[in-house]
């Protein structure tokens, strides 16, 4: 299917990889297990969740659970499952009126699209969606997303650029209530001129957000790239320093080997990842759905 055409990059690493180590009739022994643990950690599912998923491995083989090579990849694949709870895949929702959707991420990260793919995905299903230029600090940040909102005919509030983000946030809440909008998606900058700077205009906006539709934002959604590896999880940490990000949009998968990476997120930032970008498309989304995705990496 689609997401297994999408993630065929990181399967094919996955695959060969294991079939290497899985041989048909070889004993399940330490050097094995050594073996499969080290694989694991190079197709960026991360120490700490190979730890966990190696421990197991060993006491299912103990207690003769699993007892020939071919046991290992359904052992593997159940126990990855496993790991997401059923909560984590539910956008936050408003009870009444407009749900508020603050959207976070580095320059080049891939917020922009991912932006445009949740409003595509969100006005596809009958939503009444806006988005809100709020990343005014970026030449063509305000011009791009305009682009996008044409493209997929959702409404758009903005200023010029270098205006007030949170004059432009203020205007779109009032908008969102005016025009009683099932979802408010915020772009906010992805970059200032510190670190500081950029935290202090997102708790901002934030709580210009908060005031005007109270019990919002919702859902506060950090887009990061999925093909930089355990470098998307540093960057997400120094989000999660100064703002409470509900979710993590995993974007890029399509082009990497590195899909391994969803499960050490799972692990390091325990954060759930809500959406998966796939393509360059507004329709290139998908909901995180464990069960599927586990089988399109070892499919
Ligand atoms: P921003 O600077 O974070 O707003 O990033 P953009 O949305 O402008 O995206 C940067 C580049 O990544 C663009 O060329 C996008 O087409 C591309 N891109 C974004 N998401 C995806 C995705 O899921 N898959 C692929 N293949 N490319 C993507």
Not at 16 to 45: A, Q
Not at 237 to 252: D, H, R
């Amino acid at each position: 299917g689609y997401l297994k055409d999408r993630l065929s990059k990181t399967r094919a690493k996955i695959n060969s990889s294991l079939s290497s180590i899985i041989v048909l009739g070889r004993k399940i022994d330490d050097e094995l297990i050594e073996e499969l643990e080290e694989t694991l950690i190079s197709d960026d599912i991360g120490v700490e969740t190979t730890d966990k998923i190696i421990d197991d491995l060993r006491i299912a083989y103990k207690k003769k659970e699993i007892q020939k090579t071919d046991d290992i990849i359904p052992f593997l694949k159940n126990r990855m499952k496993d790991y997401w709870p059923e909560r984590d895949r539910q956008l936050n929702t408003a009870e009444s009126g407009p749900t508020v959707i603050l959207v976070a991420g580095v320059n080049g990260s891939g917020k922009t699209t991912s932006i445009a793919k949740l409003a595509f995905n969100l006005s596809s299903a009958g939503n009444n969606v806006i988005v809100a230029a709020c990343d005014t600090f970026r030449a063509a940040a305000v011009d791009q997303l305009s682009i996008w909102s044409e493209r997929i005919g959702v409404q758009i509030i903005k200023h010029k650029q270098g205006s007030d983000p949170a004059a432009v946030a203020f205007d779109a809440c009032e908008a969102a209530l005016a025009r009683n909008a099932d979802f408010l998606i915020v772009d906010t900058a992805g970059r200032l001129h510190t670190q500081q700077h950029l935290m202090k205009e997102l708790e901002k906006i934030k709580s210009i957000i908060a005031k005007k539709i109270p019990g919002s934002p919702h859902e506060v959604i950090l887009v990061v790239d999925g093909t930089t590896g355990q470098n998307a999880i540093a960057q997400a940490v120094n989000f999660t320093k100064s703002i409470n990000v509900t979710g993590i949009f995993l974007a890029k998968l399509d082009g990497t080997a590195r899909g391994g990476i969803v499960l050490a997120i799972k692990d390091q930032l325990d954060i759930p990842v809500k959406f998966v970008g796939l393509g360059e498309k507004p329709e290139d989304i998908a909901e995180f759905e464990p069960g599927e995705f586990v089988e399109a990496l070892f499919g």
